[in-house]
């Protein structure tokens, strides 16, 4: 174990060094101040979760023998014990451990309960959101922060080099004018809806600022790594039924929401229903579709179809090239808004948001006649960079983290 060690602190060392990453993204500065002794963070693939990991690594100022990075699908850690490793560290005086890709690791969820109920020592791991990583038993023994794609603000500060201020909900629902205003003046010539339209198509993963020219290549390859290497070993899937996923996904893509009944949906890419609420839950969970249910299901049991969306609008790009635009807006607002806020689909107007506001998405001449009457109705407007009274630009919803 020992040499084990010694080898995994000089990788250690070189991907620490390596980091040269220096935008924080929100998560930065909630995980540093956090005093939790076990700390995760879950969110898809290619979302920042290692940057994040390293980026904290390097602020807590520890001496090199204090701190460990490994990543649980290196190969000198195949059949290893975490809870050994770490207990080791931790003898020679290891303070902080820093987990990549846990759910690779042997008995993971058993392993990290050892740690923490007999190790003295600080950690934070990180994993796919289609594992285990957002089971109720896990989230409730730690500290857990999901890490989503870029929001449209934190694209624009990467895009410009520049910093600037993320709004709540409420305050962009009762202060919007005045909160464009400040964001177009600190653009100053930068055209908001510019920026916006090239978000829609290459802005969710930050990988895009590293690679520009292969980024429509490495998000097909992020979706085949979640589908094949994720799904596919965690549950067993067969390549078969890969293919079926893959189909379901374009079936979304090129279709409206409530295009498709699930009925149709299961004859299009060759399911029983039953077998396509499974694939739904766990596209779902791999965040690469989004399943939005009725409103009135929380209350009873209704024969509504549900909608679904693909999780961003960046994976339309990799899988159906014409997109409908009305589709992409439904799920920009989708994206950005359910990330703080709980989302249903209502029968009049698109969304109900936080269970409170209703909201129609659509686009400069969207007109208020179908949530007149509503109160706390609000429509989401493309094409706008300034909204007015109730009509709000769809891009500012990109503010809120």
Known sequence: MKNLLNNLFELSH??????????????????????????????????????????????????NDELLYISCDHPLLAGVSLFELTQEFSKYGGKCILIDEVHEALNFEQELKSIYDFLDIKVLFSGSSAIKLTNPSFTRRYAMHHLPILSFKEYLELSLHTTLQSYALEDIISNHSDIANTILQELGDEKVLKHFEEYLKIGAYPFYFENKQNYTQMVLDTINTILYADLGSLYNISGEKIIVLRKLLTSICVSNPLELSVETLAQKVGASKVTLYKYIELLHKAELLRHVVFEGKRFKSLQKPDKLYLANTTLFSSLCMEPKIGTIRETFFASQVSVKSSLYYVDRGDFLVAQKYTVEIGGKNKSFEQIKDIENSFIAADEIEMGFKNKIPLWLFGFLY
Request: proline fraction near 0%.
């Open 14 to 63: 070189q991907k620490i060094q390596n980091q040269k990453e220096s935008y924080h993204r929100f998560l930065f500065d909630i995980i540093v101040k956090n005093n939790s002794k076990f700390s995760g963070i879950y969110g898809s693939r290619g979302v920042g979760k290692t940057t994040l990991l390293l980026q904290i690594a390097t602020s807590f100022k520890l001496k």
